[in-house]
Structure formats: C-alpha cells, structure tokens
C-alpha cells in the first residue's frame, strides 16, 4: 500500500517556515532601539525698530524631539529628528551610525554638520548678536558654512584630542524625500577642527578653524584673471575661559569668485559673564567689510547684548541686537528686542 505523505510534509515544512519567522522576528526585535521623545515650548516678546510695524509682539514655538539608538551587526546606530509647530512637519533629522574607532558617518538633514557648526563660536548668554535682524542678499547670520546641513553626508573623529567635523554635499542643498532629487544646484564640501586647550597645555582654551568650497557651476567668472568660480569659505575662533569669565574672538572670511558677487570678512568678539549658577549676561560686537565688484566696500557693523536666568526647566533670555549700513548697504539700519520664556518638558 502507498503511504501518502504530501500533506504531513506540507505541515512540516509551514512548522520550519513559522519557526524560521519566529526566530528572525526575535533577532529583529532584540536589535530594535526605544524611542525617547523631549520637547520644549518658547514664548517670545518682539519688538522691532521704530521704521519697521511690530505687529503683534507675542509669539510661540514649540517643539518636539525623537531619538532613538541601538546597536545593529555590532555598530551604534542613532537616529533624531526634530519637529517644530507641527506633528507632521520635520525642522531637521540626523541618521548616523557610530563605527568606533573608525569615526561616526551622518547624514544630516537640518541638524548642522561641518563648518557651520563653528559659524558663530563668541560667546553669548543668549542668541547670537546678529539673531533677529533682518537678512538681506547675502544674509546677516554666520557668514560661512559651504555645504550647509540639508542633503548632507556627515563625517566625525577625534584624534588626538582635534575633532574633525566634515560635510559633503552633491548638488542643491535643498531637503530631500524618499526616492526624490533635490533639484538644480551645485555641489560643496567643507571641514571643522576643533580642539580644547588641554592639547596645548592651556586650561580654559577653546580654539577651531575651518575651511570649505561651493561650486558655482556654469557662472561667469568676475575677472580673466580668476581660475575658478568656486567660492572659498574659511573661519577661525579662539575662546577663552577663566572663572566666571569667557572672552573671545572670531574672524571669517568668505571668498566669492562669480561674476558680480561680494565677497565678505567678518570680524567678532564676545564676552560673557556668569554672575552665578542662575544668571548670565554678554555683550558682543561684529564688522562685516562687503567686498562690492564695482562700488565702494562697506563695513557693517552690529553690537549685541544679552541676559539669561534659568530656574531648572524653565528659561528666562532677553537680547539686544543692532546693526548699521546692514547687509552691506548703507543707511540701512535696524534694531530688535526680544524677551524669551522657555519651559523644557
């Protein structure tokens, strides 16, 4: 008599298979990563100067942090992302992966990578001195930062007490979507090393440089003598602690090589203050020379002060920030106040 055994062979093989499912479900799951979830809302008082209609001075921001970390085929893998007045919008992201030794490889979308995460290094109790004034052409924050830190691949060591922090971009540096290009632009690259006085047998030292490129694609160069329509960003900062007291100073220059551009060099320092545990106060200055084609440069220049008091979550800031011949324009001026409540959750 024939012994049918399709069917017992059938069961068996779906008892391989669920087990098989089973015991990898159980490896994915001991590899998943928990997530944390942060966040913070800011109240602000704004008021702007006496050419420019405040509006309604009070204003809110809230924000919402994710992060998760876990190990995967052995290396720390680490993802954030922040979003800002919206649940479904996203401010920035940040997805690395820590191979020890050899360093921690990013890619970063608005969380800040490579020279720009040492644009504005003077110190400060609160916001930077050129927070709040208004932007013109060129812009009137931190000056340098080539790649930027949308669409960018990040790259992080230290070695012998320098970190290397550097970015790459290919093309525009606009934020990306699944399967999705950025659009039109050029590619940049740029670095930051940074170090502490430790190295140098200096306590309270804090020293960095940076230096990076953008490509500016089929522009016309500014002149016949110019070998290429690359711009060159650079920056170097010194800070120095001693007691209760931080002195520093920042130089940047940023080298524009298209045709018509002003290129631009910057100047800054700071002082900050900690009265004690609780309450801080700064005050700083900054000269930007606009370097204009086929006009006489201008020098802007800008002073800022500012006061922060923190009471464990919650944080009080207030900052003073003006600027003349803003933007490298002359007569162009402008003042902002704002008072800032914070409360972290």
């Known amino acids: 008599m024939k012994t049918i055994t399709k069917g017992k062979n059938m069961n068996n093989l779906k008892k391989v298979g669920l087990t098989a499912l089973a015991g990898s479900l159980a490896a994915i799951s001991a590899h998943a990563a928990e997530m944390t979830v942060s966040g913070a809302t800011l109240l602000t008082y704004t008021s702007e100067d006496g050419s420019e209609v405040t509006g309604n001075p009070l204003g809110m921001k809230t924000n919402l942090g994710f992060k998760a970390s876990g ?23 940040r997805l690395s ?8 490889i990013a890619f970063d979308q608005g969380s800040g990578s490579g020279l720009g995460t040492i644009d504005d ?23 340098v930062g080539a ?14 007490g320098v970190t290397l922090n550097a970015a790459f971009r290919k093309g525009s540096g606009t934020k990306n979507s699944d399967g999705a290009s950025s659009g039109a632009g050029q590619s940049a690259w740029d670095f930051a090393l940074t170090t502490d006085g430790s190295q140098l047998g ?29 711009d060159v960003h650079m920056t170097a900062f010194a800070n120095y602690s001693i007691g209760a007291v931080t002195v520093g100073a920042q130089i940047s220059d940023i080298d524009k090589n298209s045709a018509a551009a ?9 002082i900050a203050y900690n009265i004690n545990e609780n309450l801080s106060v700064s005050y700083g200055e900054r000269e930007v020379e606009y370097k204009n084609a086929s006009a006489a440069h201008v020098t802007e220049k800008g002073s ?25 324009t002359k007569a162009s001026d402008d003042k902002m106040t704002e008072i800032a409540v914070s409360f972290a959750f």
């Not at 190990?71 to 992201?93: C, K, L, P, R, W």
């Not at 290094?121 to 932007?135: C, N, Q, V």
């Not at 002003?262 to 700071?270: H, L, N, P, R």
């Open 71 to 93: 190990e995967v085929n052995g290396y720390t893998v680490s993802y954030m992302q922040t979003s800002a007045d919206q649940f479904a919008g996203m401010s920035s992201a």
């Open 97 to 104: 992966v820590d191979m020890g030794d050899i360093g921690t």
């Open 121 to 143: 290094k003077t110190p400060t109790a609160a916001e930077e001195i050129w927070d709040g004034i208004d932007a013109g052409t060129a812009g009137a924050g931190g000056l």
């Open 147 to 160: 790649a930027g830190s949308k669409g960018v691949v990040n790259y992080i060591n230290t070695m012998s």
């Open 202 to 230: 200096v306590e309270g030292l804090a020293i960095g440089a940076g230096y990076g490129v953008a490509q500016n694609g089929d522009n016309a160069l500014a002149n016949n003598s110019q070998s290429s329509s690359e």
């Open 262 to 270: 002003v290129s631009q060099e910057a100047e800054a320092w700071g």
């Open 304 to 328: 800022g002060i500012a006061v922060a008091y923190t009471m464990g979550s919650i944080k009080i800031a207030g900052n003073q920030n003006e600027v003349k011949d803003n933007d490298g």
